[in-house]
């Protein structure tokens, strides 16, 4: 049912929606399966929960596609937009980073020439309440 509730929120661009689908989803995965480990500490855990849950609907999603000055962590393109994720934990670098460094590195650039609407999209995760603790879009000026 959530995965209709991630196409449906993508279709209207209900970024509030998304922010608290994914935050309840964090919620839900039991405490005990990061005992003994320490994979919440890695950015690439969330990103693939992310990748995972998107690609479950069988969308096109690119994860680390590569541009000329970086990679972005996970394009999405969808009804004829384009979705720029770029995911960061709060702990390992200071909190605005994921947005800036969609921004920085002119990630957007690369589909300019579909003229198409570009949402630029950091979420950002505490490794400390394992959950998404930022995520801020804005539309690309490209």
């Known amino acids: 049912?959530?995965?209709?509730?991630l196409y449906?929120?993508?279709?209207v661009n209900d970024f509030d929606g998304l922010k608290q689908l994914f935050h309840s989803f964090f919620a839900s995965i039991p405490f005990h399966w990061y005992s003994?480990?320490?994979i919440q500490q890695y950015e690439g855990y969330y990103?693939?929960?992310?990748?995972?849950?998107?690609?479950?609907l069988g969308l096109n999603?690119?994860?680390?596609?590569?541009t000329n000055l970086g990679r972005i962590d996970m394009t999405l393109?969808?009804?004829?937009?384009v979705y720029l994720f770029e995911f960061k934990v709060v702990e390992?670098?200071?909190?605005?980073?994921?947005?800036?460094q969609i921004k920085a590195k002119g990630y957007a650039e690369k589909y300019a020439t579909l003229k198409q609407p570009i949402h630029l999209i950091g979420v950002e995760f505490s490794k400390d309440s394992r959950n998404i603790v930022g995520f801020v879009v804005e539309q690309s000026s490209v």
């Open 1 to 5: 049912m959530q995965t209709v509730q």
């Open 8 to 11: 449906h929120l993508l279709e």
């Open 36 to 38: 003994n480990n320490e």
């Open 47 to 56: 990103a693939s929960v992310f990748y995972s849950y998107f690609a479950s």
């Open 61 to 66: 999603v690119t994860v680390e596609d590569c």
């Open 77 to 81: 393109l969808f009804n004829q937009q």
């Open 92 to 100: 390992l670098v200071p909190e605005g980073k994921a947005l800036l």
